[in-house]
């Protein structure tokens, strides 16, 4: 049985830093990342990695945010600097193993979630 599992949000001012962190057992998928979703808009891609090491970013974060992963904890990240007002968002931890190269892909595994707010 997959389970991600998200820590880290909370709630920062506008340019401050935070970092997401997703526990994964259960997993060995090709591909991992991390979905947002704001109230009343669609879910977005923010950030994937995957088993090659390729990364790929949404247009709004990039040069902002870093995903990274340790593979001997089986866990992901998402460093995010610079935070701004519009990345205030439920960020969802995801796997799968198709959806790195096509973010219209629904990812098959997903975490409860963990709430970013940032104000200012």
């Known amino acids: 049985q997959v389970q991600l599992v998200e820590s880290g949000g909370g709630s920062v001012q506008a340019g401050g830093s935070l970092r997401l962190s997703c526990a994964a057992s259960?997993?060995?998928?090709?591909?991992m990342g991390w979905f947002r979703q704001a109230p009343g808009k669609e879910r977005e891609g923010v950030a994937t990695?995957?088993?090659?090491?390729?990364?790929k970013y949404a247009a709004s974060v990039k040069g902002r945010f870093t995903i990274s992963q340790d593979n001997a904890k089986n866990s992901l990240y998402l460093q995010m600097n610079s935070l701004k007002p519009e990345d205030s968002a439920m960020y969802y931890c995801?796997?799968?193993?198709?959806?790195?190269?096509?973010?219209?892909?629904?990812?098959?595994?997903w975490g409860q979630g963990t709430q970013v707010t940032v104000s200012g």
């Open positions: 995801v796997a799968g193993y198709n959806f790195c190269g096509d973010w219209r892909i629904r990812p098959s595994y």
């Open positions: 259960g997993y060995r998928g090709r591909c």
């Open positions: 990695l995957d088993t090659a090491g390729s990364t």
